[in-house]
């Protein structure tokens, strides 16, 4: 799904939900729409901050959790202890965690997906979607 039609669907959701549009949501919208990959909250605020937006932390927490909730955000356990957050989209990534510098890198790999969807069939199990995550030492550290 392209940036914009991702971000005016993420509105959409926002005001047939009954909340409305302005603020924080939109900038975190706005943010997380020009993404390659998933943010802590902290580096939205971080962000939003560095583009001269006044609103606070707790502001971006709750818009996070009410874009999670309507499901136009995905919420990303890494295993380090900090949520990040992505566009929930139909260009299905993984993604690769560095655990010396915290460095996320994205991959795709059809040949994972494959398999995947094999073990889905095998277990009978009504997959409705996955997430991967890899850790280990990205290029830079392990140098």
Known sequence: MPVETWAEDALDAVQRSGHRGGGARTAVISLLAEQDCCLTAQEIFDGLRARGRRVGIASVYRALDLLT????????????????????????????VCDDCGKVTTFEDPTLEAALARLAERVEYAVGGHDVTLRGA????RR
């Open 69 to 96: 909730g309507l499901r136009v955000v995905q919420r990303l356990e890494m295993g380090d202890g900090m949520a990040r957050y992505e566009p929930a989209r139909a260009d299905h990534h993984h993604h690769l």
């Open 138 to 141: 990205c290029p830079d550290c």
